[in-house]
């Protein structure tokens, strides 16, 4: 079956700084990935999609400065929270989904605590 | 706007019971729905997809039924045990949608030994 690898599972990080989360299919290509953010007790929500090649589609209220997401190849995608605030701190999944297929899979999550 | 309800939001039982997780959405133009299992600080495992046209779906112990004109959907678990415990989400996909889920905040079911 499909395999979507997210890494890193847990990061911490200092206020200011920037991290990167990756996000890659393993045995499939994913041409759409998209990009979920859950905070405590709420719902998943989708942050923006990207298609490989292009540029990502933010969803309404999400800072694309901030969020910088890339998808230049069709097994890898990165999401890099630039200049972390505490507010930040969430935990982000990806999923992947390829061509012609309607759903996607889920990498395990990525745990982002900014202090 | 589609908006995903979930109740109860939390449910405890003790081992061995049948139980029901429900789902409501607002609006019934959705491609599909879909029941994922989160376990904590872990991505999402998919439980069970219903397309529109079904009305339900089983797998083992775990039954989901779907009524789109009412926009209901339920989760069904069948003498549940100990590893049932977990947060299970519900997410439909809007019609024509590509793979962008829109998701319930979970019920947090924990089951006792």
């Known amino acids: 079956g499909a395999v979507v690898s997210q890494h890193p599972s847990w990061v911490i990080c200092k206020s200011g700084t920037s991290v990167k989360i990756e996000c890659r299919s393993l045995d499939f290509q994913a041409t759409t990935m998209f990009w979920y953010r859950q905070f405590p007790k709420q719902s998943l929500m989708l942050m923006a999609t990207?298609?490989?090649?292009?540029?990502?589609?933010?969803e309404q209220g999400v800072e694309k400065d901030k969020f910088l997401i890339n998808h230049a190849s069709l097994t890898l995608s990165t999401l890099t929270v630039t200049s972390a605030h505490p507010e930040d701190s969430s935990f982000y999944i990806c999923?992947?989904?390829?061509?012609?297929?309607?759903?996607?899979?889920f990498g395990s999550g990525t745990r982002l605590t900014v202090v | 706007k589609q908006e995903v309800t979930q109740i109860p939001a939390a449910l405890s039982v003790p081992e061995g019971e049948n139980l029901v997780l429900n789902c409501s959405f607002t609006d019934s133009a959705i491609y599909n729905l879909q029941w994922f299992r989160q376990d904590p600080g872990k991505g999402l495992t998919s439980l069970l997809l219903i397309q529109s046209s079904q009305r339900e779906q089983t797998s083992g112990r775990l039954n989901a039924s779907l009524d789109k004109s009412s926009g209901r959907s339920t989760l069904y678990i069948a003498a549940s045990q100990p590893g049932d415990s977990a947060t299970y989400l519900c997410?439909?996909?809007?019609?024509?949608?590509?793979?962008?889920?829109?998701f319930g905040k979970g019920t947090m079911l924990l089951v006792s030994p």
């Open positions: 999923s992947a989904s390829e061509q012609g297929i309607s759903q996607g899979t």
């Open positions: 997410a439909v996909t809007r019609i024509s949608g590509y793979s962008t889920l829109t």
């Open positions: 990207s298609n490989e090649g292009s540029k990502a589609t933010y």
